[in-house]
């Protein structure tokens, strides 16, 4: 059973590591042996010391795993520049845990069946939802820096460098404290999937925030 936990964990794992998220190959493969083995010493470990007195429930280690591992997947969820990150990579931590705990209770079938979903959903659904995605009249890409900086010429290269162009860009400043920043306003028409072009803009650490808006309703 830890053979096939440290397989089916390997699958997930590949999948998160391939995309560069925070908890990739290894934490997966951890995550899924290690809740394997709590659940075998659970159900395995303690049959030496049963009695007409002794009464051990073999759920209660299941539990505390179950339980812990929300505190694990908790720590790859985090806030960078208004939006929340993480969200998706916890959920995969927490089934490879449930994978780990199905080959523990010797049900390899459903942890198979689970592995197999869970690349459905993630593989394949990804390009799904972003097709349900209704179309909008036009989006709004809003980024904020530190005025004198400059950061607006690397913005409109990312943004050039992806084939986009925006039909208005406007700018913003104002004082923050101290500092003067200023918020730069593009706006594009149907079609331009801004959420890839945010996520490379979120590599440039001068940028304060960036913010998607569809017919300027807020979304990230």
Not at 68 to 91: E, K, P, S, W, Y
Not at 155 to 176: F, G, I, Q, R, W
């Amino acid at each position: 059973m830890l053979g096939l936990s440290f397989v089916l964990s390997t699958i997930i794992g590949i999948e998160r590591q391939v995309h560069q998220k925070s908890a990739g190959l290894r934490t997966h493969v951890l995550v899924a042996l290690g809740s394997t083995t709590f659940t075998l010493v659970s159900g395995l470990g303690f049959r030496g010391i049963l009695g007409d007195t002794i009464i051990l429930d073999p759920s209660r280690i299941a539990a505390g795993v179950v339980s812990g591992i929300g505190f694990l997947g908790a720590g790859v969820i985090f806030m960078r520049r208004d939006a929340v990150r993480g969200l998706t990579t916890a959920a995969t931590v927490w089934v490879a845990a449930a994978v780990g705990m199905a080959c523990g209770a010797g049900m390899p079938s459903v942890a198979i069946g689970v592995t197999v979903l869970h690349l459905v959903a993630l593989l394949i659904f990804t390009p799904v939802v972003r097709k349900l995605d209704p179309p909008k009249k036009h989006r709004v890409l809003e980024v904020t820096f530190e005025t004198g900086a400059n950061t607006l010429n690397e913005v409109l290269d990312t943004v050039a460098e992806m084939n986009l162009n925006p039909s208005n860009v406007s700018t913003t400043t104002k004082l923050a404290g101290n500092k003067r920043v200023t918020a730069a306003r593009m706006v594009f028409g149907e079609g331009p999937d801004l959420w890839k072009l945010a996520e490379k803009l979120g590599d440039q650490e001068s940028l304060n925030s960036i913010t998607v808006m569809d017919d300027g309703q807020r979304l990230t």
